[in-house]
């Protein structure tokens, strides 16, 4: 069995595993800088021009990204309804970026709030992977496509 055969008979777990990393990533972003550390992040939207669109304060804004967060991380990790909640973390991704890419555009890479964009390039690209090949063999969304018999 050559390379190409070995690697395509483990291709059933290509979406299982992008899935539980994902997931977990999600999970903890939603919690650990979110709720537990809001405040980074709440001086962040504070500075942007979002927070003029904001029907709510920046502090309430982050508590509800923080639960869309977990949430659709939460979904990832089961595998229930994945597209569904990779497009909504690709949403996610691309309101974060145009909020807060004029911040760290004024003070360029060495601003404090760069960093914070880095991260999402990536998961924007692992999350377009998810819409297009679903959850995959080991997923709630499997399990149940097969119990309807399609």
Do not use: C
Not at 98 to 103: L, R, S, Y
Not at 121 to 134: E, H, K, Q, S, Y
Request: glycine share 8%; charged share 15%.
């Amino acid at each position: 069995m050559n390379f190409d055969n070995q690697l395509l008979s483990k291709e059933k777990y290509i979406p299982l595993i992008l899935r539980v990393i994902v997931g977990l990533l999600w999970v903890w972003m939603g919690i650990v800088p979110k709720l537990i550390y809001p405040e980074p992040r709440v001086a962040m939207v504070s500075k942007s021009w979002v927070i003029d669109l904001l029907p709510m304060s920046p502090a309430h804004f982050i508590f509800i990204l923080a639960i869309a967060e977990i949430i659709t991380g939460v979904m990832l990790l089961l595998g229930l309804f994945t597209r569904l909640a990779s497009i909504a973390q690709a949403l996610m991704i691309i309101m974060i970026i145009v909020g807060v890419w004029n911040i760290a555009a004024m003070h360029g890479i060495t601003s404090p709030h760069a960093h914070l964009l880095m991260k999402d390039i990536p998961l924007f690209g692992n999350d377009m992977v998810l819409i297009i090949t679903g959850g995959g063999l080991y997923s709630i969304d499997n399990w149940r496509k097969q119990s309807k018999g399609v």
